[in-house]
Protein backbone atom coordinates (compact mmCIF):
# COMPACT_ATOMS: atom_id res chain seq x y z
CA UNK A 1 0.00 0.00 0.00
CA UNK A 2 1.18 3.76 -0.90
CA UNK A 3 -0.06 6.70 0.06
CA UNK A 4 0.77 10.14 -0.20
CA UNK A 5 -1.14 10.66 3.33
CA UNK A 6 0.06 9.99 6.55
CA UNK A 7 -2.08 7.44 7.52
CA UNK A 8 -4.11 4.97 5.98
CA UNK A 9 -7.53 4.29 6.99
CA UNK A 10 -8.34 1.45 8.95
CA UNK A 11 -5.11 0.69 9.64
CA UNK A 12 -2.84 1.39 12.32
CA UNK A 13 1.19 2.23 12.07
CA UNK A 14 3.11 -0.21 13.87
CA UNK A 15 6.34 0.53 13.24
CA UNK A 16 8.58 3.53 11.29
CA UNK A 17 11.20 1.48 9.17
CA UNK A 18 12.59 4.97 7.50
CA UNK A 19 12.98 6.83 4.82
CA UNK A 20 12.44 5.09 1.22
CA UNK A 21 13.26 6.47 -1.97
CA UNK A 22 13.69 5.50 -5.95
CA UNK A 23 15.69 7.35 -8.09
CA UNK A 24 16.17 7.63 -11.56
CA UNK A 25 17.64 10.21 -14.69
CA UNK A 26 15.87 10.05 -17.79
CA UNK A 27 16.84 11.75 -21.25
CA UNK A 28 15.01 11.22 -24.69
CA UNK A 29 16.79 9.71 -27.44
CA UNK A 30 18.11 11.79 -30.39
CA UNK A 31 15.35 10.93 -32.41
CA UNK A 32 12.97 11.29 -29.50
CA UNK A 33 14.26 15.19 -29.18
CA UNK A 34 13.71 15.26 -32.64
CA UNK A 35 10.12 13.84 -32.42
CA UNK A 36 9.58 16.08 -29.74
CA UNK A 37 10.58 19.08 -31.63
CA UNK A 38 8.87 18.84 -34.24
CA UNK A 39 5.00 18.24 -31.88
CA UNK A 40 5.91 21.48 -29.73
CA UNK A 41 5.99 23.32 -33.09
CA UNK A 42 1.92 22.15 -33.00
CA UNK A 43 1.66 23.16 -29.58
CA UNK A 44 -0.44 20.72 -27.25
CA UNK A 45 0.64 17.47 -25.74
CA UNK A 46 4.45 16.31 -26.79
CA UNK A 47 3.97 12.51 -26.49
CA UNK A 48 7.53 11.70 -26.51
CA UNK A 49 8.50 13.53 -23.78
CA UNK A 50 5.55 12.10 -21.95
CA UNK A 51 6.12 9.06 -22.76
CA UNK A 52 10.01 9.51 -20.98
CA UNK A 53 8.57 11.25 -17.92
CA UNK A 54 6.04 8.16 -17.26
CA UNK A 55 8.77 5.89 -17.53
CA UNK A 56 10.78 7.66 -15.26
CA UNK A 57 8.23 7.57 -12.59
CA UNK A 58 7.22 4.40 -13.42
CA UNK A 59 11.02 3.22 -12.96
CA UNK A 60 11.15 5.28 -9.72
CA UNK A 61 7.81 4.42 -8.16
CA UNK A 62 9.08 0.60 -8.63
CA UNK A 63 12.38 1.31 -6.81
CA UNK A 64 11.05 2.70 -3.90
CA UNK A 65 8.59 0.01 -3.44
CA UNK A 66 11.50 -2.14 -3.37
CA UNK A 67 13.15 -0.64 -1.34
CA UNK A 68 10.26 -0.65 1.35
CA UNK A 69 10.17 -4.54 1.15
CA UNK A 70 13.78 -4.58 1.40
CA UNK A 71 13.43 -2.75 4.71
CA UNK A 72 9.85 -5.33 5.58
CA UNK A 73 7.66 -3.00 5.03
CA UNK A 74 4.36 -3.36 4.19
CA UNK A 75 3.70 0.03 3.09
CA UNK A 76 4.88 3.51 2.73
CA UNK A 77 3.27 6.59 3.78
CA UNK A 78 3.81 10.41 2.52
CA UNK A 79 4.89 8.98 -0.87
CA UNK A 80 5.53 11.54 -3.50
CA UNK A 81 7.74 12.98 -6.29
CA UNK A 82 10.15 15.63 -6.96
CA UNK A 83 11.90 16.27 -10.45
CA UNK A 84 15.28 18.66 -11.51
CA UNK A 85 16.42 18.88 -14.67
CA UNK A 86 20.10 18.46 -13.79
CA UNK A 87 21.16 19.14 -17.80
CA UNK A 88 19.27 20.27 -20.78
CA UNK A 89 17.64 16.92 -21.85
CA UNK A 90 17.98 15.25 -18.74
CA UNK A 91 15.39 14.71 -15.83
CA UNK A 92 16.01 13.62 -12.51
CA UNK A 93 12.97 11.64 -11.16
CA UNK A 94 12.90 11.25 -7.04
CA UNK A 95 10.19 9.15 -5.59
CA UNK A 96 9.91 9.39 -1.57
CA UNK A 97 8.07 8.13 1.33
CA UNK A 98 8.31 6.80 4.51
CA UNK A 99 8.48 2.69 4.87
CA UNK A 100 6.40 1.58 7.52
CA UNK A 101 4.34 -2.13 8.91
CA UNK A 102 0.54 -1.42 9.53
CA UNK A 103 -2.02 -3.71 10.49
CA UNK A 104 -5.33 -3.68 10.33
CA UNK A 105 -7.37 -1.85 12.98
CA UNK A 106 -9.78 -4.05 15.42
CA UNK A 107 -13.26 -3.29 14.07
CA UNK A 108 -14.52 -4.39 18.01
CA UNK A 109 -17.39 -6.33 16.25
CA UNK A 110 -18.55 -9.89 17.06
Same mark, same amino acid.
Given at each position: ?????????????????????????????? #??????? &???L??????? =? +?? *?C?????E?????????A?? #??????? &??Y???????? =? +?? *??????????????????
Open positions: MVTSAFTLPGYRLVRSLGIVRGLTVRSASF #GGQIAAA &FQSAGGNIRT =M +TT *VEHARTAYRMIVEHAQL #GANAIVG &FGDTTEIAQG =M +TE *VLAYGTAVMVEPEATGRL
